[in-house]
């Protein structure tokens, strides 16, 4: 595989994140991830394993109304060889109902994947972080982050 295959592949990983929040399907967001991968919350809260982080969702769907997630990859760059790749991005959500971004959900995202030796090399997600995109101090930056996720959910 080449370079833009594999940059390919952990884009459609990040997708399926997003695709699976958004569906309210538990198993289709810890699909992409490795049996031991991680995901560190918005609120700091950490899951680990593919199977806690489904149980973890599913709880979250069955209990909470979910917004939209709205995301835009800006960046992924191999690492160690290229058999990891680092992908960064930037999210935003639609809370239920509404009609619009709520920009104090905004957030900054990163995925770590690796290549699962076991499994023809396929790509796996063994870190997921999303941190809140506050800002402090900075509201023309805020501001900025929510058009280019606004600017993202109209090209979507």
Not at 4 to 12: G, I, K, L, P, S
């Amino acid at each position: 595989m080449g370079r833009n295959e594999d940059e390919a592949d952990v884009r459609a990983l990040y997708r399926a994140i997003i695709d699976g929040w958004n569906a309210d399907d538990a198993a289709a967001f810890a699909a992409p991830f490795a049996p031991d991968g991680v995901v560190i919350g918005f609120d700091g809260s950490e899951i680990r394993g593919r199977e806690d982080i489904a149980a973890a969702m599913a709880a979250i769907f069955a209990d909470h109304e979910t917004g939209s997630y709205v995301g835009r990859v800006r960046s992924v760059r191999p690492l160690a060889g290229g058999e990891a790749m680092l992908l960064q991005a930037v999210a935003g959500v639609v809370p239920a109902g509404e009609d619009d971004l709520k920009p104090e959900l905004n957030s900054a995202q990163s995925l770590l994947a690796e290549r699962d030796a076991d499994a023809d090399s396929a790509w796996r997600v063994v870190l997921y972080q999303n941190t809140p995109a506050q800002y402090h101090g900075r509201p023309e930056t805020a501001a900025a982050l929510t058009e280019e996720l606004r600017a993202q959910r109209r090209a979507d």
